[in-house]
């Protein structure tokens, strides 16, 4: 597995568990940490060290899975 395909299996983790957050503040933090993982993944790429596979949970906008106020 590439460096890229385990950083965004790191990201479907981590949003698997901001969907199941108990709070908003828990559910934002864990997503902030979902979008590292996935730029940790675009720049894996960028230098070599990964193939830009998708992964369909992690590839999806996090934008609609952000918690509303």
């Known amino acids: 597995m590439s460096k890229a395909a385990e950083y965004r299996d790191n990201a479907a983790e981590v949003m698997d568990l901001a969907n199941r957050a108990g709070t908003a503040g828990d559910k934002g933090r864990l997503l902030a940490l979902a979008e ?8 894996a790429i960028r230098f070599g060290s990964g193939e830009p596979d998708e992964h369909p949970p992690a590839g999806k906008t996090l934008g609609d899975l952000k918690p509303t106020s």
Request: net charge positive.
């Open 36 to 43: 590292k993982w996935l730029a940790l993944a675009d720049r």
